[in-house]
């Protein structure tokens, strides 16, 4: 019986990793998220060139000009992940990103627009 429950627990163990592997690493946590707008909205204040056309943005704040960036997927970034067996991968943020993420953000970037009208 123990034998049993000790198998149960392993698989359910395996299926949980499976599943992690298979949703978590496809898409950007909102960590890595705040995390790669922070940066790029940095540099954008510290005098990095943008790499959008900064005249055709109704806000010029560096955060929203990092957003703009991230969406039109222009952003040269990675995010470095642990992989098993120790070690690193880095993978691109522009293939991270999901349509649900680039709904967030949009949403984030019109309810920007309206703030700055009023």
Same mark, same amino acid.
């Given at each position: ?10 698989? +359910?163990?395996?299926?949980? =990793? ?18 790669? &707008? ?10 990095? @060139? @943008? ?13 929203? &000009? ?14 470095? =992940? @642990? ?13 991270? &990103?999901? @349509? ?6 949009? +949403? ?5 627009? &309206?703030?700055?009208?009023?």
């Amino acid at each position: 019986m123990v034998f049993i429950v000790s198998e149960i627990r392993e698989s +359910s163990v395996w299926n949980i =990793r499976e599943v992690y592997k298979s949703t978590i690493k496809s898409k950007i946590t909102r960590f890595e998220l705040a995390r790669v &707008i922070g940066a790029r909205a940095l540099q954008l204040a510290l005098g990095a @060139p @943008p790499l959008v056309d900064v005249n055709s943005l109704p806000v010029k704040d560096p955060v929203y &000009i990092a957003i703009v960036e991230l969406l039109n997927g222009q952003l040269p970034m990675s995010v470095q =992940r @642990p992989v098993e067996g120790g070690g690193y991968e880095l993978i691109p943020v522009s293939k991270l &990103i999901t @349509p649900e993420t680039r709904r967030y953000l949009s +949403s984030l970037l019109e309810s920007w627009d &309206i703030s700055s009208r009023v």
